[in-house]
């Protein structure tokens, strides 16, 4: 958890803010190319950004063909309220995602 002091008009005010993180470990069959990789990951991250109100990058994998590692994240100060949304996001993926499968899936609170 985060603290930050802000000095507005000679006031302190502390704000404490959350990020949150969900890492999905994806399996993508029959890919038969980098590019071919790409082209199902991207709608699925323009997806949850969309759905979602979430931040998406791919972190890792990026050399492989058949599977990706995609990082969300959320900030917020409602620790439950950021666990309960990235659950969302994750059982979504696992139902409605058709290009792969979920292999695993990790949510972590800083």
């Not at 890492?23 to 990789?37: E, F, G, N, V, W």
């Not at 990058?57 to 990706?68: F, I, R, V, Y």
């Not at 995609?70 to 409605?96: H, P, R």
Request: aromatic share 8%.
């Amino acid at each position: 958890m985060c603290a930050y002091n802000l000095n507005s008009h000679n006031e302190s005010h502390s704000y404490t803010g959350m990020l949150a993180t969900l890492t999905l470990h994806l399996r993508i069959p029959l890919c038969a190319s980098l590019k071919d990789k790409r082209g199902r990951i991207k709608p699925l991250m323009s997806r949850l950004r969309r759905e979602f109100n979430v931040s998406v990058a791919e972190m890792d994998l990026h050399d492989k063909w058949d599977e990706t590692v995609i990082v969300c994240a959320m900030v917020g100060n409602d620790a439950a309220f950021l666990q309960s949304a990235l659950q969302t996001v994750a059982k979504w993926v696992e139902s409605n995602w058709t290009d792969g499968d979920v292999w695993d899936t990790k949510i972590e609170m800083v």
